[in-house]
């Protein structure tokens, strides 16, 4: 993200559409950093920083392999490396496949 390594936990629900075979999948989430050695103070851009999501999107299967689109709103209290985070709206598409192999990405949308 932007440069930046970074752990995401994320918490979502599916719920399949009656007609047409989409499902309507809604989470929550948070995004940590965490720099080592640091003093663990956000205010200057150091130590650990957190942004949390919540989002909603559609999915597909395709074969085994699930796609999710969708949107994403962000926010944090940090003035360091995530700022750029806070009330920031995303868009994302998500991919995964049987054996558990999954890619996603995310763009801000301006």
């Given at each position: ?6 752990t ?11 007609l ?9 989430g ?5 720099e080592?050695g640091?003093?663990?103070n956000?205010s ?6 957190t ?11 395709s074969?085994?392999r699930?796609?999710?689109?969708g949107s994403?709103?962000c926010?944090?209290?940090?003035n360091?490396?995530l ?14 496949d ?11 949308w301006?």
């Open positions: 993200m932007r440069g930046l390594e970074v995401s936990i994320v918490t979502y629900s599916s719920i399949p559409r009656e047409g075979g989409a499902i309507y999948a809604e989470g929550q948070v995004i940590m950093t965490k080592m640091s003093d663990n956000n200057n851009g150091g130590g650990d920083e942004a949390t999501w919540t989002g909603q999107g559609i999915a597909h299967y074969g085994q699930r796609r999710d689109v994403i709103f926010r944090t209290s940090s360091g490396k700022a750029f985070l806070n009330n920031m709206v995303g868009i994302f598409e998500y991919e995964a049987e054996n558990g192999i999954s890619r996603g990405k995310m763009w801000e301006k």
